[in-house]
Nanobody
Framework: QVQLVESGGGLVQPGGSLRLSCAAS????????MGWYRQAPGKQRELVAN???????NYADSVKGRFTISRDNTNKTVYLQMNSLEPEDTAVYFC??????????WGQGTQVTVSS
């Protein structure tokens, strides 16, 4: 059974940092494009960042220069380092794994709240 399990969310003050982790029980993990998405109340889910099998990355404009996505293929884990957090970053963050047009898996989400 495929599982993507996020951790690392929580409450942080503006300007603070958090690191999210996603442990994935995916066969052929290294071939997956792994991504982080977020959904704020009343808004659509949006891509935050993704990292392809070759290591190239893509970021939403709103997080460029503040967030960094990385992956550890040996341990089948993807990370999202979030710095200089803003209240607008408050959302549920979801881990996603995609391969070809067939395989598309989601985690259950982890809450990130940025507030003083």
């Amino acid at each position: 059974q495929v599982q993507l399990v996020e951790s690392g969310g929580g409450l942080v003050q503006p300007g603070g940092s958090l690191r999210l982790s996603c442990a994935a029980s995916l066969s052929m993990f290294s071939f997956y494009t792994m991504g982080w998405y977020r959904q704020a109340p009343g808004k659509q889910r949006e891509l935050v960042a993704n990292i392809r099998s070759g290591g190239s990355t893509n970021y939403a404009d709103s997080v460029k220069g503040r967030f960094t996505i990385s992956r550890d293929n040996t341990n089948k884990t993807v990370y999202l380092q979030m710095n200089s957090l803003e209240p607008e970053d408050t959302a549920v963050y979801f881990c996603n794994g995609k391969r070809l047009s067939t395989f598309d898996y989601w985690g259950q989400g982890t809450q990130v709240t940025v507030s003083s």
